[in-house]
């Protein structure tokens, strides 16, 4: 059985992106809390870091964040992600917007291909297991 990931670490956030994501967390899945780890741990302290179990609405929370930012017509996500192994990964998602997709299919799809979260249920953009 392959190994599943277990929590993302989100690098390279400021305090609005880090509110942001953690008020959208909430809405997704009020049980699911994100832990704001001190930049200082991985050697950059100006950096904030989100540290979020994973779960498919951790992945509608990011996606929904994203597109709020969509004004900045690309972003770009640095994460860690832990496995069920015990294995880390350093990822990144590079989030292009398109006219001519579904935005949130589009940010969905490039989400879980960056951070190699292949493992959600297709069709619905992992909303429902």
Do not use: C
């Not at 292949?118 to 297991?129: F, H, I, K, S, T």
């Amino acid at each position: 059985m392959a190994a599943e990931p277990v929590k993302i670490t989100l690098f390279d956030l400021d305090h609005a992106d880090v509110q942001d994501i953690s008020r959208e967390l909430a809405t997704q899945s009020p049980g699911l809390t994100p832990e704001a780890v001190p930049g200082s741990r991985y050697g950059e302290p100006t950096m904030l870091v989100l540290a979020v179990a994973f779960a498919i609405p951790t992945i509608q929370a990011l996606a929904a964040w994203a597109l709020k930012n969509r004004r900045k017509q690309r972003i770009e996500l640095r994460a860690k992600v832990l496995y069920s192994d015990g294995s880390e990964v350093d990822r990144s998602a590079i989030i292009s917007f398109s006219e001519s997709e579904a935005p949130d299919a589009q940010v969905i799809k490039q989400l879980i291909d960056g951070l190699g979260l292949q493992g959600l249920p297709e069709g619905d953009g992992g909303a429902n297991p």
